[in-house]
């Protein structure tokens, strides 16, 4: 690819190799690239472009740096010295709070981390299965009332979240699932999003090898666990990340589905100590290091599975 | 659960009959189907449409939350939740009027910023010229993967009134205001500006839903403004990715033979980008409607609808009405109403893409 980039900057007057260098279609150009325009504009273009890009670096990272400098500092630092990257002095109060060695002031942060990491693995696997199971039917059985299956899931899909806030929690109620584990994991088994990434997956694996596991003499189930699922490997992996990030990142649910402290998750522990503290200028350092230690999971995530986070945007289907 | 459920159906496959192997899997695979969907069937109807019809039936009662909704203790009040959020002046439509208010400018402003900004981000990272393309990809999207908690927590630190904003501000010569805490609308800045200060008699005396007119046109708070930033911050990553997929999509030859019949590289981004990616551009616009209605967890953890009720949004109000007060009638009336609009907004966008296609 980089060899492609050389060539083009080194003919670039010449549309004839310009083009067939651009039929190998990828990212397609459009604006900031000009092949036919004189070479001091393309300059110009380039140090536009990589100003942007170099500004838009400072406000999408900057954030996240201030706020690990800040989970360093002393409070008085945190307010007087709010941009400072160096925190002086380096303290480690707001850490040790947050690691449970500060007897005077003690968040169950290990509490909040077990539930987090117990709901967010639970809900991960319930949705592989079901959106494996639901996904395939989806794409490859013939029953009755398929169609109607779909349009329902796709329905779902036109229901916005925040609605469901009040009647999640009548429904949990009516069920005595309020305050409980079932009550925090079952609810977010509903994921439309899965089903279709799922489906459209299985339908991308040739029916002929259906048949001929069929053939063979293999049931259904032993069909779809043993031939098919095998083969939509990557999509089971935007499934498992999505769900990880999705469950890992819910605070609404959990807000309206429980109210005992015990089963507070990380986002909803950091949530109840920050809301109405409108002021808001104390203890900025050990907030944003909650903040810090909430985010950790996700970003491990997604700096080795980025590309299925990239790509997710595409195959929920919405487009 | 669920388990069980997939284990039965090699427990029950029925051996396909020599002499008609399809028919006899045509049968086990009707079952088997109904089998794999069922876990996901009993999901959403017990956990998205069941819950959805007990709340129309709740928007209907005057009911505290404490006993069984369908019990009888509760009273049947017919419509009238609707009524007192929609029609009997009084707090709660003061409240809710203020909440759409707030909304609109919200969503007009968070839309309109998010659309260019993740547009631009989205050429500047399709952009050949520029190397680190996947590097820049996966900073610009990576707010959006992060929690909104933690965004929000990491946005009151930013905005306070002696915070990074202000201290940036401040090296441009700008006095920012202390955000969380201000609630003049910006647009009665702009006018005092200008002079105008106080309402003029005909805005002042023609109300719409209990709201007058110049309360209407007040345009966001300060307080307001710092939430919008967060979303656009927070949601262009996401935006970005769907723009990019169009981007990709436009055919080469297109731009090649615009480009070889002298358009310049604005008019081919005029005429030809703009006009290509028009599809996305409705898709994005009403996706970042949908959500923008929706925004609650920003405002739980930043404002509670604080400073003077300006950051109020119908989705804070539905929770607060219900788990504050205990009016779960109410909160789920607000959230029936909030369910049209986005609804209506939906329609609205089917019909434009009906439009464009044809």
């Not at chain 2, 202390?178 to 005909?202: C, E, K, Q, S, Y």
Request: aromatic share 12%; glycine share 8%; charged share 15%.
């Amino acid at each position: 690819m980089s060899g492609l980039l050389e060539r083009r900057r080194r003919q670039p007057a010449d549309p004839r190799a310009a083009r067939s260098a651009r039929s190998e279609r990828e990212a397609v150009p459009v604006v900031l690239t000009d092949l036919y325009s004189p070479l001091s504009r393309k300059v110009l273009v380039r140090v536009i472009g990589y100003g942007l890009l170099a500004l838009g670096t400072i406000l999408y990272l900057g954030p996240f740096l201030v706020q690990i400098a800040t989970s360093f500092k002393t409070d008085a630092d945190a307010v007087t010295n709010p941009v400072s990257l160096w925190p002086s002095p380096v303290s480690t109060a707001a850490w040790a709070v947050v690691a449970g060695e500060n007897p005077a002031y003690s968040i169950p942060v290990f509490r909040w981390l077990g539930n987090s990491f117990l709901v967010t693995i639970s809900v991960t696997l319930g949705r592989l299965i079901i959106d494996s199971l639901a996904g395939y039917a989806l794409a490859r059985l013939r029953f009755r009332g398929r169609a109607v299956v779909f349009a329902g899931v796709v329905a779902v899909l036109a229901v916005p979240g925040v609605v469901l806030l009040i009647p999640k929690f009548l429904v949990l109620n009516q069920l005595g699932m309020f305050d409980s584990y079932a009550g925090m994991i079952l609810p977010l088994f509903c994921d439309a999003v899965g089903i279709l990434l799922m489906k459209t997956a299985f339908e991308a694996v040739p029916a002929e090898l259906d048949e001929a596991a069929r053939i063979d003499g293999a049931g259904v189930f032993r069909t779809f666990w043993s031939v098919i699922l095998p083969l939509v490997r990557p999509a089971l992996v935007t499934v498992t990340i999505l769900s990880f990030q999705g469950s890992w990142n819910e605070f609404t649910h959990f807000l309206v589905a429980t109210s005992d402290p015990d089963l507070a998750t990380m986002n909803l522990g950091i949530a109840r100590l920050t809301a109405g503290d409108l002021q808001g200028s104390q203890q900025f350092p050990l907030k944003l290091a909650l903040a810090t230690l909430s985010t950790i999971p996700i970003a491990i995530v997604y700096v080795f599975f980025s590309r299925y986070f990239l790509r997710s945007g595409n195959a929920t289907g919405l487009k | 659960m669920t388990a069980t459920v997939t284990r039965d159906t090699p427990a029950g496959r029925t051996r396909p009959v020599r002499r008609r192997p399809v028919s006899g899997y045509r049968l086990q695979e009707r079952r088997a189907g109904w089998l794999f969907v069922a876990p996901a069937v009993i999901v959403l109807v017990v956990f998205l449409f069941a819950p959805i019809v007990m709340a129309a039936w709740v928007s209907l009662l005057d009911w505290n939350g404490q006993s069984s909704p369908f019990s009888g203790e509760a009273e049947f009040v017919g419509l009238s939740n609707y009524q007192s959020l929609l029609a009997d002046a009084g707090l709660l439509r003061g409240d809710f009027m203020l909440s759409v208010r707030n909304t609109l400018y919200y969503v007009l402003f968070n839309v309109t910023g998010v659309v260019v900004l993740s547009f631009v981000l989205a050429l500047a990272v399709n952009s050949y010229v520029l190397r680190g393309r996947s590097f820049f990809r996966t900073v610009f999207y990576f707010p959006a993967i992060t929690s909104s908690v933690a965004i929000s927590v990491l946005f009151l630190f930013l905005f306070q009134g002696s915070g990074v904003v202000n201290v940036v501000l401040s090296w441009v010569g700008i006095d920012g205001p202390t955000w969380f805490t201000d609630p003049r609308g910006v647009l009665h800045i702009v006018l005092g500006w200008a002079g105008v200060d106080a309402a003029p008699g005909a805005l002042a005396d023609t109300t719409v839903g209990g709201l007058s007119l110049w309360n209407w046109l007040s345009g966001p708070s300060v307080a307001m403004c710092a939430l919008i930033a967060l979303t656009i911050w927070a949601s262009s990553g996401t935006f970005m990715l769907f723009f990019l997929v169009g981007l990709q999509d436009i055919p080469v030859e297109l731009e090649e033979a615009a480009a070889i019949d002298g358009a310049s590289a604005w008019q081919r981004f005029r005429h030809l980008t703009l006009l290509l990616m028009r599809r996305s551009i409705v898709l994005v616009i009403t996706l970042a409607l949908i959500s923008s209605w929706q925004v609650f967890d920003q405002v739980f953890i930043l404002s509670q609808g604080a400073p003077a009720k300006t950051t109020l949004t119908p989705a804070y109000i539905s929770y607060v009405r219900s788990f504050g007060d205990g009016q779960f009638g109410v909160g789920a009336a607000v959230a029936f109403v909030l369910f049209a609009i986005i609804i209506v907004l939906t329609l609205v966008q089917r019909w434009v893409g009906r439009e464009r296609r044809a």
